[in-house]
DNA sequence: CCTTGAGCTTCTAGTCACTGGAAGCTCTAT
DNA sequence: ATAGAGCTTCCAGTGACTAGAAGCTCAAGG
């Protein structure tokens, strides 16, 4: 396969699949042109750096998931415990962002957005 | 008012203090000894753009509200118009994480977490 | 056989908002 | 005189790509 291929198949962009060979997540044979080949098995690695990625993974807990899922021997203890702790860092994510969200509507509720210059969301800026 | 004291009454990192310089949201002056000379009204742009960050603003809303703040013919609509945008904004991220968090937890919910090697978490990035 | 266009290659540089570190100057206190 | 803190500049790195340029390869049509 090449890369245009994978691209479809994984729903990855060829400069992602370049660049995820770059860092060692897949390693690609070559074919007598020049071009990568892609192995069936190749695929299923993107496809699951895919997936893991709209799950929000970073990039080394994709290589850590991907090790793990390779290897026969792993315990699904250390899976869940990458995932327990990419799942709080995402609550803390969500509860930034909420306490961003309600001081934003608030402010922005109390501002009447005329041609008036006074403005409560530049006073709180301002700090006051 | 030297860049130390700035950086404590503002809360900002003298780096980001400089790098705020650099890329034009403040202009110091100079003392003699090339020592930025910061004036009252500096650290209050400091401290207006160290809140506007915190909400969330990109360096180029904060740009922009800090010109608006500066604007005595400003309308206030514009003001509230950048802050919904950014609101709208906050609003898409947070869903995003939630879809994230509810995919994820569930996953974390099902994977018995032992010495064993199979794992619920594993087969959905897998495709399973 | 030639050309056209799509697809592939590598490489560099840009994104965003800082942050770390090195090398060196200035100031204050002892 | 010296030690140490604080200031200066400049360069490089972060994360995860992404844009773009220059150039090679391949398949189809005339």
Redesign the interface.
């Not at 501002?111 to 403005?119: A, V």
């Not at 709180?124 to 700090?127: H, I, K, S, T, W």
């Given at each position: 396969m090449n890369i245009g291929e994978v691209a479809d198949r994984s729903g990855l962009p060829p400069k992602t699949i370049r660049y995820y060979e770059d860092i060692g997540l897949v390693c690609p044979s070559r074919s007598a042109n020049g071009y990568r080949a892609f192995r069936e098995s190749d695929l299923?690695k993107l496809?699951?750096l895919g997936?893991?990625r709209?799950?929000?993974f970073s990039i080394e807990d994709c290589r850590t998931?991907l090790g793990?899922?390779e290897d026969?021997?792993?315990?699904?203890?250390q899976?869940?415990?990458v995932?327990?702790e990419?799942?709080s860092a995402?609550?803390d994510?969500?509860r930034q962002?909420?306490d961003?969200?309600a001081?934003?509507?608030e402010?922005?509720a109390s501002?009447?957005?005329?041609?008036?210059?006074?403005?409560p969301?530049?006073q709180?800026?301002?700090?006051g």
């Open positions: 299923h496809t699951f997936r893991a709209t799950l929000g998931l793990l899922y026969e021997s792993r315990e699904s203890a899976v869940k415990a995932a327990q990419h799942l995402i609550d994510k969500i962002l909420q961003m969200r001081t934003l509507s402010l922005v501002c009447h957005g005329d041609d008036r210059p006074d403005c969301i530049l709180d800026l301002a700090g």
